[in-house]
């Protein structure tokens, strides 16, 4: 089992920046895949961001030149930096942590509100 805690959201004008957190319960190299995803109000959650093991990062288009996941192994956290919001950034960032192989495991934190003002 594994816990996540997410942190840094808050309410922000459009232009402005946040820097999510989320802190994971063992160690992030023991998790093949982490990443940030949102869900607005009346939409699907859909992914934002992420990370693997190894380091390679994915990034949904609408986010990318804007936005930069990366990690802190010694504090088993992964951050989302968010730059040049927007209104449609507006949504609740929801932490995932997957196991990968052999179980195909899936963790979530229980989110945290970014909204973003025009």
């Known amino acids: 089992q594994v816990q996540l805690v997410e942190s840094g959201g808050g309410l922000v004008q459009a232009g402005g920046s946040l820097r999510l957190s989320c802190a994971a319960s063992i160690s992030i190299f023991s998790i093949n895949v982490m990443g940030w995803y949102r869900q607005a109000p009346g939409k699907q959650r859909e992914l934002v961001a992420t990370?693997?093991?190894?380091?390679?990062?994915n990034y949904v288009d609408s986010v990318k030149g804007r936005s930069t996941i990366s990690r802190d192994s010694a504090k088993n956290t992964v951050h989302l930096q968010m730059n040049s919001l927007k209104p449609d950034d507006t949504a609740i960032y929801y932490c995932?942590?997957?196991?990968?192989?052999?179980?195909?495991?899936?963790?979530w934190g229980q989110g945290t509100q970014v909204t973003v003002s025009s």
């Open positions: 990370i693997t093991r190894g380091g390679v990062t």
């Open positions: 995932n942590a997957n196991s990968g192989p052999p179980y195909y495991n899936s963790y």
